[in-house]
């Protein structure tokens, strides 16, 4: 009997020889309206083994237009996005707080995500093969740019407030109680992300990093594991500095740019920590070769697969290429048996 999506995916967390790399495709809005004759194909001869769980809440945050279209979308948190190119997600022109005492008290904190339909969750578990995502997402790091904005978040930090620091206790608080909720439903996994790196490096200090940031995962992987769950992890940019902490903390599988950072400097995580993609979506994707797609795929698998230990995951976005997309399952299905 074949194993099932599900199985697959757990096999290659586990490093326990799975019979191929677990599928994870993602496919910007953009690239959908551009291709949609080649995704339908591309999903069709290669099926994900992968799959979000809507929560069904009862309640519904507050927003204002669409995330993806010409104009401005308004999150759940109250920041508002300019968008200039439809099918991607804009920008916070104008950051929501001046000073963290007086303006965090008139912030809305999405607590109508807490109100989740566990039984309609549990229905939609039970009713696929596929392994399962908790639709919920905490970004500490990237909800405060939004909110304060990049530059003034990065000053705050160096010397943080009284009141800085009292918001972000009362985020971190709101976002376990979020996987909380999570975790007590059938998913198969939490997750969350923060985009951490530079092309180059951490965008803070690692010692800053792990007095504010790491106690915060350490929670979210505890929380996950605490409930028998899985804790993936997405983060962008030259992150090789936090990847032994990633690993100490407990986070299953991490999606990181792994080009950026070179596959072969990521090879002593390898067997310690899943690698959930990606093939390089800034340069290879989008002017390489299918050829130049093959060898990156087998460099990926050389160094970091360890019977598992890696996911076939990349990102059909703006620029990327529908025959290189294609290139990267066609070649991954090549490799593992």
């Avoid at 290669?46 to 669409?66: K, L, N, S, V």
């Avoid at 979308?73 to 707080?97: A, H, M, S």
Wanted: charged share 25%; aromatic share 10%; with cysteine.
């Amino acid at each position: 009997m074949s194993a099932t999506p599900r199985e697959i995916v757990q096999r290659t967390l586990d490093f326990s020889g799975p019979p191929r790399a677990p599928r994870d495709l993602w496919v910007l809005p953009i690239a959908s309206e551009r291709f949609p004759l080649e995704l339908t194909a591309l999903e069709r001869e290669f099926p994900p083994d992968f799959t979000a769980i809507p929560g069904h809440e009862r309640q519904t945050a507050p927003t204002r237009g669409a995330p993806y279209v010409i104009g401005e979308f308004t999150d759940e948190w109250g920041c508002t996005f300019v968008n200039i190119q439809r099918g991607v997600i804009g920008e916070v022109k104008n950051p929501l707080v001046r000073d963290w005492t007086a303006d965090s008290a008139r912030l809305h904190v999405p607590r109508e995500w807490l109100t989740v339909d566990r039984d309609a969750v549990n229905r939609d578990c039970a009713a696929t093969d596929r392994f399962t995502f908790a639709m919920a997402c905490p970004r500490p790091f990237e909800q405060l740019q939004f909110l304060r904005g990049s530059e003034d978040l990065y000053l705050d930090l160096a010397d943080p407030s009284p009141g800085l620091l009292a918001f972000m206790r009362e985020q971190h608080a709101f976002y376990c109680e979020l996987l909380e909720v999570w975790a007590r439903t059938d998913v198969d996994a939490l997750r969350f992300m923060d985009d951490w790196g530079s092309q180059r490096a951490l965008l803070i200090a690692p010692k800053l990093w792990r007095e504010l940031f790491k106690p915060m995962y350490r929670d979210y992987a505890q929380i996950a594991h605490r409930h028998g769950k899985k804790l993936f992890m997405h983060s962008d940019g030259h992150i090789t500095a936090i990847y032994p902490d990633l690993v100490e903390i407990g986070i299953d599988a991490v999606n990181s740019q792994l080009f950026c950072m070179g596959v072969e400097a990521l090879a002593p995580f390898a067997g310690r920590i899943t690698f959930w993609g990606e093939i390089d979506r800034q340069h290879l994707l989008s002017d390489g070769t299918p050829a130049d797609i093959d060898r990156a795929v087998k460099s990926v698998h050389t160094h970091l697969w360890r019977n598992g230990g890696c996911i076939a995951q990349c990102e059909f976005g703006a620029a990327a290429r529908p025959e290189n997309v294609r290139q990267v399952y066609t070649s991954w299905s090549a490799l593992v048996h």
